[in-house]
């Protein structure tokens, strides 16, 4: 008997899945050095880049294929995989490389921090717990 095929979409899903459950361990802390903050920085945007590359596998085998981020977040969005305040934040969250490349400035950082843990952290465990969800993953 031939043994069905795993989409590479739920490889890249459990990947989300493991680079999430550090950020959220991250985003537990209560007070960050410089060094931390950092760190929780960094893994925000490779968790980050776990989701938008799992929303991207999972459209191409839909039989969609998005040429740039945004197209493929609104894409997400009109195949019924984010809500829509979820994908206007993910539109936001595009921005946050370009923020944290300034985060040497404590006010920048500060924002930064607040804005990974107030909204970000929580879009992608949504995010994340909608694709489990999806694919029937307990």
């Given at each position: 008997?031939?043994?069905?095929?795993?989409?590479?979409?739920?490889h890249?899903?459990?990947?989300?899945?493991?680079?999430?459950?550090?950020?959220?361990?991250?985003?537990?802390?209560?007070?960050?050095?410089?060094?931390?903050?950092?760190?929780?920085?960094?893994?925000?945007?490779?968790?980050?880049?776990?989701?938008?590359?799992?929303?991207?596998?999972?459209?191409?085998?839909?039989?969609?294929?998005?040429?740039t981020?945004?197209?493929?977040?609104?894409?997400?969005?009109?195949?019924?995989?984010?809500?829509?305040?979820?994908?206007?934040?993910?539109?936001?969250?595009?921005?946050?490389?370009?923020?944290?490349?300034?985060?040497?400035?404590?006010?920048?950082?500060?924002?930064?921090?607040?804005?990974i843990?107030?909204?970000?952290?929580?879009?992608?465990?949504?995010?994340?717990?909608?694709?489990?969800?999806?694919?029937?993953?307990?």
């Amino acid at each position: 008997m031939k043994e069905r095929k795993v989409p590479r979409w739920r490889h890249r899903l459990e990947k989300f899945r493991k680079a999430y459950a550090q950020l959220h361990k991250a985003c537990a802390r209560q007070t960050y050095s410089n060094l931390e903050r950092a760190g929780l920085f960094h893994i925000f945007e490779f968790t980050f880049q776990q989701g938008l590359q799992t929303i991207e596998e999972l459209l191409f085998h839909e039989g969609f294929d998005e040429e740039t981020p945004r197209s493929l977040i609104r894409r997400a969005f009109e195949a019924g995989h984010l809500e829509q305040g979820d994908a206007e934040l993910w539109l936001e969250a595009l921005e946050m490389p370009g923020i944290l490349s300034h985060a040497y400035e404590e006010t920048t950082a500060q924002i930064a921090l607040q804005s990974i843990r107030e909204k970000y952290s929580p879009l992608l465990e949504r995010t994340l717990s909608s694709l489990i969800q999806l694919a029937g993953i307990p």
